[in-house]
């Protein structure tokens, strides 16, 4: 057995209001070559599939011309997606009944009956070969909200913890013999390495994060996403990031942006190896003093390009006091050339170093940490679980009624 995984598309992100759709669309057309050239049996997304609950119209006609592509190309190719802290769980299902049709599964949310019991044979997908033979099973776990773990659980932590428990329980009691589990989930891993200025923190604390041991032995492969730097877990070669196609912020500019190959003999993994992906469009940054900074830019080679093929350059500029005319300055070296500027930052000889935490735009915050900053400058001590499950359900109704 074959798959491909990948995850973190965010498919209508955009970089200081500029569209993405050209570097996204170039990313998918050589994605479809690698499954036209690796012949998979499946295709893991593993989450974030859009950058935002109501992703623009472009993005989803990319996903959705996408999989009609692939499915077209490798008729007895499966897709298997999960809905990412980003994506609305409800919006992302809409069309699963249909997909579901060609090969696709879509799950954006875990399903519990009345007294909290998890509904796993949903979760649960097997993976058949041409002739119709299962030969692997796929455990999805989307992005879990307070929302969807159990009532009966102490703590949001706790619930996340007995969700994995009890689908991985019930895929290792009812496995195929000689066949391998994948997992595939949405989540943040102990440990993982964090972009720092592109990734939300979704509960103060990371209490959302969960321990390599969540995935016991017996799941021959965990295929994550969440995470935009590629990475190991605890240096386990089954448990992986494959990391985002595309850089979405500077920060992650010299990423090794890639999708992930595993191979299966019978129930054991038996390699990985990582597809570097072209990086489409340059990120290039320019820093040093004003002097420095304007010869750099009155070297830089930059021949006309459409729009969306422009390099972009993140100009940053030290200074020991405010220029008024800094930006008319940086505006001046870059008349004649074809590219996208972000900037000029000005960086201050007593302003914090750069490992300082970035300061990132109030959409890229999640509303429950705006939440419970809230609650905490207001009450003076941070929310309880209960708080929290509660309005993780308005916002799962208010996402529900969009």
Not at 383 to 398: G, K, N, R
Request: charged residues 20%; proline residues 6%.
């Amino acid at each position: 057995m074959k798959l491909l995984h990948t995850s973190d598309w965010h498919l209508g992100q955009t970089l200081h209001e500029h569209e993405r759709v050209y570097e996204h669309q170039c990313f998918l057309d050589w994605l479809l070559q690698q499954l036209l050239a690796e012949k998979p049996d499946v295709l893991l997304i593993a989450g974030d599939v859009f950058d935002s609950v109501n992703p623009p119209v472009s993005a989803q006609r990319q996903l959705y011309a996408f999989v009609a592509d692939a499915v077209r190309a490798q008729p007895h190719l499966q897709i298997i997606i999960i809905a990412g802290n980003h994506d609305s769980s409800a919006r992302i299902e809409l069309p699963a009944p249909l997909m579901q049709a060609f090969g696709v599964r879509v799950i954006g949310r875990v399903s519990r009956s009345i007294d909290g019991a998890l509904d796993t044979e949903r979760l649960r997908i097997g993976i058949r070969d041409a002739a119709g033979a299962v030969i692997g099973e796929v455990l999805a776990l989307p992005f879990l909200r307070a929302a969807d773990v159990s009532q009966n659980d102490d703590s949001y932590s706790a619930g996340i913890a007995r969700t994995h428990a009890d689908l991985i329980a019930a895929a290792v009691a009812g496995r195929v013999p000689g066949t391998p589990l994948i997992a595939i989930s949405h989540a943040h891993m102990q440990g993982g390495s964090l972009s720092p200025d592109s990734e939300r923190k979704i509960i103060i604390g990371n209490a959302e994060a969960i321990p390599a041991s969540a995935f016991p032995a017996e799941i021959a492969y965990v295929a994550l996403g969440h995470l935009h730097l590629a990475q190991r877990v605890g240096a386990q070669e089954r448990m992986r990031y494959c990391g985002s196609p595309i850089p979405l912020s500077f920060s992650e500019r010299d990423y090794p942006h890639q999708v992930l190959v595993a191979e299966f003999a019978g129930e054991a993994l038996r390699q990985v190896r990582g597809l570097p992906i072209p990086r489409a469009v340059s990120m290039q940054r320019i820093r040093g003093d004003l002097s420095a900074v304007l010869a750099e830019l009155a070297q830089l080679q930059a021949p006309a390009l459409p729009r969306e093929r422009q390099p972009w350059i993140e100009v940053r500029v030290q200074l020991a006091q405010p220029l008024v005319d800094l930006a008319q300055q940086i505006d001046a070296a870059l008349a004649a050339k074809s590219v996208r500027l972000l900037g000029p930052i000005a960086e201050y000889a007593n302003a914090p170093n750069d490992s300082a935490p970035a300061l990132v735009n109030l959409d890229q915050i999640d509303p429950a940490l705006l939440f419970a900053r809230a609650w905490e400058r207001k009450w003076g001590s941070a929310p309880s679980d209960s708080v929290m499950l509660d309005f993780a359900q308005l916002m799962t109704e208010a996402e529900e009624s969009e």
